[in-house]
């Protein structure tokens, strides 16, 4: 569902309206009733076709949108995120969490949410991905991938200010995100020996101690620890030449040390197809690269091609895994 004052409903028609005669079924954990809402506004010829178990989607989505009740307790405001809301919102992800667990569907794709809505009616979790990663018992280091189809990042620390990454970051925080992204790389992405470039901190890899210290004491002792466990690493790499076109050739994900590092590169590059995918928990999930856009939430100009990305990009990587 995503928050229902985002553009969440907008791209899941759009998305249906370019799928529904190409690609397997997919259903929406949404309320009905909004989404008929939101096509009527925007005089979009989508239909919507409430079911009861998801099983009926492989016969109703060639000819209508499936879904899965969530309802909402008021009526959505486009651009004004509502608390009253906020327990559908995360009814949405629990539902969906449990069906890919119990096997009924292949993989879980998110629209966005507003966390801060979410945060004031309670919510526990910084994101989907500690709260997902809750939901389904996951075990290990949990990471965000943002994927396109010209650069894969990671970012070690996520969401938390540039002074508080690097106050946090650490040898072991950037071998387990390393190892995550390696072994993901495996058995999702079908890639045999896959290549992880280690970003550095400071500019210039910080010029061998002349601009910052943590290449030397926290970044390549995490390369050394890699490369001992037969990891195929490199780096410490200058963060401002490592995403040339050039360089990427050379590796198959960049491992870096902070959000704006990974982000700033991935969505200059390609925004319109970039999807942030889960690595590390026992279900696919992915969603797309962007926020839920209040501000342009409601006016019928939302580009529904990240979501198309990221169902398209879970499908395969169910495919992978041995999903029907």
Same mark, same amino acid.
């Given at each position: ?40 506004? #925007?005089?979009?010829? @989508? ?6 178990? /998801? %099983?009926? =989607? ?5 000819? +209508? *949108? ?95 200010? #540039?002074?508080?990454? @690097? ?6 925080? /950037? %071998?387990? =995100? ?5 072994? +993901? *790389? ?110 342009? =939430? ?27």
């Amino acid at each position: 569902m995503g928050d229902p004052a985002g553009i969440g409903g907008e791209l899941t028609l759009r998305a249906w309206r370019a799928l529904h005669g190409t690609e397997r079924p997919f259903v929406a954990l949404d309320d009905p009733g909004r989404l008929n809402r939101i096509a009527l506004a #925007l005089g979009l010829k @989508i239909p919507i076709h409430a079911i009861s178990d /998801i %099983a009926e =989607a492989v016969d109703v989505f060639p000819c +209508a *949108l499936p879904v899965l009740a969530v309802p909402l307790h008021s009526i959505e405001v486009p651009g004004r995120s509502s608390l009253d809301n906020a327990k559908a919102v995360v009814s949405s992800i629990e539902l969906a969490t449990r069906l890919a667990l119990d096997g009924q569907a292949a993989g879980v794709v998110t629209n966005p949410i507003n966390k801060a809505a979410l945060y004031q009616a309670g919510f526990a979790y910084p994101g989907h991905t500690e709260f997902i990663a809750a939901l389904t018992g996951a075990t290990g280091q949990q990471i965000m991938m943002l994927a396109s189809p010209v650069l894969r990042v990671v970012p070690v620390t996520v969401h938390a200010s #540039l002074q508080a990454s @690097i106050a946090m970051l650490t040898t072991e925080m /950037i %071998a387990a =995100a390393s190892r995550t992204a390696a072994i +993901a *790389l495996r058995r999702e992405f079908g890639i045999a020996i896959p290549r992880l470039a280690i970003a550095g901190l400071n500019p210039h890899a910080g010029e061998k101690g002349a601009l910052g210290s943590e290449e030397t004491t926290l970044i390549q002792p995490a390369i050394d620890m890699l490369r001992a466990e037969g990891i195929n690493v490199s780096g410490p790499w200058p963060p401002d030449t490592m995403f040339t076109v050039k360089s990427r050739g050379r590796y198959d994900v960049a491992i870096c040390m902070y959000h704006d590092q990974a982000l700033i590169p991935l969505k200059t590059l390609d925004m319109d197809h970039g999807v942030n995918v889960t690595l590390g928990l026992p279900i696919v999930r992915t969603s797309p690269d962007h926020g839920t856009a209040f501000d342009i =939430a409601g006016k019928g100009v939302a580009d529904p091609t990240s979501l198309i990305a990221a169902i398209k990009l879970a499908t395969v990587l169910a495919g992978r895994l041995g999903h029907p």
